[in-house]
């Protein structure tokens, strides 16, 4: 069915103003979910700082040097990563008991959720950054540093496998999920909605350390074109598993494998890149986002790319049928109830 991952926003209450509640308590419940890293934050500044807002402190804080503070990256990165835990509990109270519709109805239009494809998205995500990154080792090692530490990498790691799926879950389903459906209900096409969430994305990724450090155009060229990425491929393939796969395998790689000056993600990782080519990453990533979409199209065989720009026709007075999961496994099933 054409736009069915869509039309499932017509189940339902899906009122505008529900929309708009919906929207504030999600962001409420994020924002309420940082009070525990900035409280910690603000301690340590007005300790160190004699009790004053110095400008220095304040610059190491907005770069989140954790270990200039004296705060054990870990338990830094782990605080981060609640206030997301927070907003998808909050997401889900919207769309469950606001909305009064399944969670589920804001990832696909099946009754399961389809772990083939995310675990595509993942692997193939993760692999081509392994491969990119080993090719800027080979081309310039001397701009890498080994830092692996088993005593704070391990820990990382079970940070990563067990909070970091809901920081990327929080984006993806808040994001390609509520906001798109529920703008595209509005507006009754996919185009504005993909736009909007696209600019969205990168404006609230306005406030990472690298927009100071990079400068904000060729951030926000980044973090613009990943969402406008992550939402074209929602589109076609009328499901979010793909950009949930992908958007935690990259946010694991950078997490785990490399970390730099001015990274959102200062972490103990196992190597540590002295520079940042902020052109090279650019290209880098193109390329990888072409070769992502021709894999994924020869698998999926994605047949109409047309339909980002066709009007969507939702039921009047129904909700759509839902369509039955043809996944690649048989296991994992989510319940439709979620």
């Given at each position: 069915m054409k736009h069915s991952f869509f039309k499932r926003a017509i189940e339902g209450k899906n009122e505008f103003w529900i929309y708009f509640v919906g929207f504030c308590i999600v962001v409420l419940g994020h924002v309420l979910g940082q009070i525990p890293i900035s409280v910690l934050l603000l301690a340590k500044m007005f300790k160190d700082g004699g009790g004053s807002?110095?400008?220095?402190?304040?610059?190491?804080?907005?770069?989140?040097?954790?270990?200039?503070?004296?705060?054990?990256?870990?338990?830094?990165?782990?605080?981060?990563?609640?206030?997301?835990?927070?907003?998808?509990?909050?997401?889900?109270?919207?769309?469950?008991?606001?909305?009064?519709?399944?969670?589920?109805?804001?990832?696909?239009?099946?009754?399961?959720?389809?772990?083939?494809?995310?675990?595509?998205?993942?692997?193939?995500?993760?692999?081509?950054?392994?491969?990119?990154?080993?090719?800027?080792?080979?081309?310039?090692?001397?701009?890498?540093?080994?830092?692996?530490?088993?005593?704070?990498?391990?820990?990382?790691?079970?940070?990563?496998?067990?909070?970091?799926?809901?920081?990327?879950?929080?984006?993806?389903?808040?994001?390609?999920?509520?906001?798109?459906?529920?703008?595209?209900?509005?507006?009754?096409?996919?185009?504005?909605?993909?736009?909007?969430?696209?600019?969205?994305?990168?404006?609230?990724?306005?406030m990472n350390p690298e927009i100071g450090e990079f400068g904000f155009w060729k951030m926000m060229i980044f973090y613009i074109g990943t969402g406008a990425f992550l939402g074209l491929i929602t589109i076609l393939d009328e499901s979010l598993e793909l950009a949930l796969g992908i958007h935690f395998a990259n946010n694991l790689f950078g997490a785990l494998f490399v970390s730099f000056d001015g990274s959102a993600l200062q972490t103990p990782t196992m190597f540590r890149s002295l520079e940042m080519d902020t052109e090279y990453m650019l290209v880098g990533w193109a390329i990888v986002v072409l070769i992502f979409l021709g894999l994924a199209q020869l698998k999926y065989k994605w047949k109409n790319w047309g339909k980002l720009f066709e009007r969507i026709e939702f039921p009047k007075n129904e909700n759509p049928p839902l369509k039955p999961i043809v996944s690649h496994s048989s296991e994992n099933i989510i319940d439709e109830s979620l």
């Open positions: 807002m110095d400008p220095a402190l304040q610059d190491k804080m907005a770069s989140l040097d954790f270990e200039y503070f004296g705060i054990d990256p870990n338990l830094g990165f782990f605080l981060i990563l609640l206030s997301f835990v927070i907003g998808v509990i909050a997401l889900y109270i919207v769309v469950k008991y606001l909305h009064k519709r399944p969670f589920l109805s804001i990832i696909t239009p099946h009754t399961s959720l389809d772990w083939g494809k995310l675990s595509f998205g993942f692997f193939v995500w993760l692999a081509m950054a392994l491969i990119g990154e080993g090719i800027g080792m080979y081309m310039d090692p001397d701009n890498y540093v080994y830092t692996l530490e088993w005593s704070t990498f391990i820990p990382l790691v079970i940070i990563c496998l067990l909070v970091l799926p809901w920081q990327t879950s929080f984006e993806e389903t808040f994001m390609r999920g509520y906001l798109m459906q529920g703008l595209a209900l509005w507006v009754k096409n996919p185009f504005i909605p993909w736009i909007v969430t696209s600019v969205f994305f990168g404006l609230l990724h306005g």
